[in-house]
């Protein structure tokens, strides 16, 4: 069984991904491994892509979208529902 939660954090490097960069770190848990992804990188870009990304910032948390990136932008509150946070 993994201990860790995978955050993937999808960013163009503006404003507004760095603080939902910013807003990530300050309520993930040590079960949370955090990564952030830049969307100029054609990998990256494809990946987002498969997750259903249509604008950034985005966040998903093992292998899934965060409900708040699907229909706006990152929030405490729908981060933390979606387990960042919460020890595994």
């Known amino acids: 069984m993994d201990n860790s939660r ?3 954090i999808f960013s163009a490097g503006c404003p507004v991904c760095e603080q939902a960069i910013q807003l ?3 309520i ?10 830049d969307m100029q990188d054609p990998g990256v ?3 987002a892509k ?8 985005a966040v998903a948390v093992d292998g899934a979208l965060a409900s ?5 932008g990152p929030n405490e509150d729908r981060l933390r529902a979606a387990g960042i ?4």
């Open 24 to 26: 990530v770190g300050e």
């Open 50 to 57: 498969l997750y259903g990304v249509r604008s950034v910032p």
């Open 68 to 72: 708040c990136c699907t229909t706006g």
């Open 45 to 47: 870009a494809g990946r």
């Open 6 to 8: 995978e955050v993937e």
């Open 28 to 37: 993930a848990c040590p079960s949370c491994d955090v990564t952030v992804l």
């Open 85 to 88: 946070g919460q020890p595994v």
